[in-house]
C-alpha cells in the first residue's frame, strides 16, 4: 500500500493506550500530595468534568515513565508509523496529561484532549478524531456510527478504544 494512502491511526489513551485511566491516576496523585484535593475536586466537579480533569492535571505529578502501558498498543502503533502512516492519540483526559505522554512515547504525530472547557469524551471523542485526521465517517455492521466505546477496524485504519470491540464494515468518504 502507498504510504499516502494510509489513514491516520486515532488512538485512545484511558484503558486501551494505558491499562488505567488517567482521571484516577491524577486524583491519586494529587490527594496524596495534599488531602485538601478531595474537596476542590468536589467543586470542580460542580462546573464540568473537563474542569475537574484540568484542575487534577495541575494539582498531580504524575511520572509518565511509570504508567502501565499496553505494550501491544504501543506495538501497533509503532508497526503504524514504521509503514509511513500518521498518528494521533485523542484522549477525553487532559490535554497537558496527554501531550506528556505523547512526548514521553514518541509514537504520536497529533495529540488532542479535553481543554478545561470541552471534554473531549465518548461520541465527541472519536466525531473529533474523525474530522482532525480525514473526511472519513466509521459505520458499523448495523450502520449505526460508531462511538469511541468501540473498536473500529477497516483494512489499516483503526481507532482503539477503552470499552468494547466491534467490527466494522465500511470506512466511507463524506
Known sequence: MDTSELPVLVVDLDNTLLKSDLLFESFWSAFGSDWKVLFGSIAYLCMGKSKLKNY?????RIDVTSLP??????SYVEAHRQAGGRTALVTASDYSLGYSIAAHLCIFDEVHGSDGNHNLKGVANAQHSV?????????????????????CAAHDEVLLSAYQRAEVSAVHER
Open 69 to 74: 502501558y499496553n505494550l501491544d498498543v504501543v
Open 56 to 60: 487534577l492535571a495541575k494539582k498531580s
Open 131 to 151: 474530522l482532525l485526521t480525514t473526511s472519513a465517517y466509521l459505520q458499523t455492521q448495523k450502520g449505526t456510527q460508531c462511538s469511541a466505546k468501540k473498536e
